[in-house]
């Protein structure tokens, strides 16, 4: 509405500029007429000559009565000039306005529809039906999924829509909440079960947990197919230091995978990184952690913890680590730490003790 508003104007703007000069004929009837002023000042003038004695009174009297005809004449001719300026005149000048005010829109709109865009006044309407193609905030969508989920903590689908997304937000931890409610509320199957052992795995920086390891397993035995169980199987296999059974378990998956599966690459590259004389290094595979970056993380852990310190939950990791490492030693050492670190933390406690007994490190109780 505001943009015709404008155009209106516009249009308004350049009547006038067309209908101004026709306006013009009042302003000159006001001015005075070159020839009637010099008569008026050559009265004036005799007058003044008269009072010195320049002129005498009957000479005064010729010349002012000669000045005067003149002047005559001169007003005379003026009227008859502006009457010539009457009907007819005011007949061109309606005409004139007439063509102005009706000319000027019409050419000024046929020149706005041939060479304008007088459809963008309609692209509003036309965007407002269109979906929209950019794709909502995340952090809006999550925070919306997790109202809805509040409020039904039972949509077990719900669940599962949201713990993949935590994962690629990095929040890892909500993730394996999120998926562990999902096999609850939704019941066990081999995809559920192997995305749930894969986030704590994630959660446990690499290390396949006893947990972990369980929940790929009960997967493996409901579809004896699932790659990703059978994939962390072999990992949990070489991360214990059974190399014969992981490179087995990789053939073995290989074997049964199509040679256009996307996990075949990373596949063959974990045979490749083991010496299997027969597989070739992927090309293009996402790179793994071998034993040496597992141990460099695992003492980074460590010592941040005992230098900072931590949450229980960062030393429980510390602790199923170095069990999946078989270094026991080391987790009977980290769970005396951690339980003097978290002397006053009571919950702390119940978590260090919890782990100790999962990992049957009950000989390292105080």
């Known amino acids: 509405m505001v943009i015709w508003i404008i155009l209106l104007a516009m249009t308004a703007a350049a009547v006038m500029v067309v209908l101004w000069p026709l306006s013009r004929h009042a302003a000159a009837r006001g001015q005075a007429d070159p020839d009637i002023q010099f008569y008026r000042e050559q009265i004036a003038e005799i007058e003044r000559d008269q009072e010195r004695g320049a002129l005498l009174p009957g000479e005064a009297e010729a010349a002012k ?124 199957n081999a995809d559920r079960l192997s995305n749930y052992g894969e986030a704590m795995v994630l959660a446990g920086n690499g290390l396949i947990s006893s947990e972990a390891q369980a929940a790929f397993e009960k997967a493996v035995a409901l579809d004896k197919a699932a790659p990703k169980a059978r994939f962390y199987l072999a990992k949990a296999a070489e991360q214990d230091g059974r190399t014969d059974k992981a490179k087995a378990a990789y053939e073995e998956l290989l074997a049964v995978s199509p040679a256009d599966a996307p996990w075949t690459p990373l596949v063959k590259e974990q045979l490749a990184r083991l010496g299997a004389p027969q597989a070739a290094p992927a090309q293009g595979g996402e790179p793994q952690m071998g034993p040496e970056d597992i141990l460099r993380m695992v003492s980074g852990l460590a010592e941040r913890l005992e230098s900072q310190g931590g949450s229980a939950e960062e030393w429980a990791r510390l602790m199923r680590s170095y069990a999946v490492l078989g270094q026991r030693d080391k987790a009977e050492a980290a769970a005396r730490r951690a339980r003097q670190a978290l002397a006053k933390d009571d919950a702390g406690l119940k978590t260090i003790e919890t782990m100790a007994r999962e990992l049957k490190l009950t000989d390292a109780a105080q």
Do not use: C
């Open 65 to 188: 009565a000669e000045a005067g005809r003149r002047l005559l004449r001169a007003t005379g001719t003026q009227d008859e000039g502006f009457a010539a300026l009457g009907e007819p005149a005011l007949r061109r000048r309606r005409a004139v306005s007439a063509l102005a005010l009706s000319v000027v829109p019409i050419l000024a709109i046929a020149l706005y529809g041939a060479y304008g865009s007088p459809h963008i006044f309609d692209r509003p309407a036309m965007m407002a039906s269109r979906p929209q193609a950019a794709a909502p905030d995340l952090d809006v969508a999550v925070t919306q999924i997790e109202t809805h989920l509040a409020q039904n903590p039972q949509d077990g689908r719900g669940w599962e829509v949201l713990a993949p997304v935590y994962l690629r937000m990095g929040r890892v931890d909500d993730a394996v909440k999120a998926y562990g409610n999902a096999l609850r509320i939704l019941g066990e």
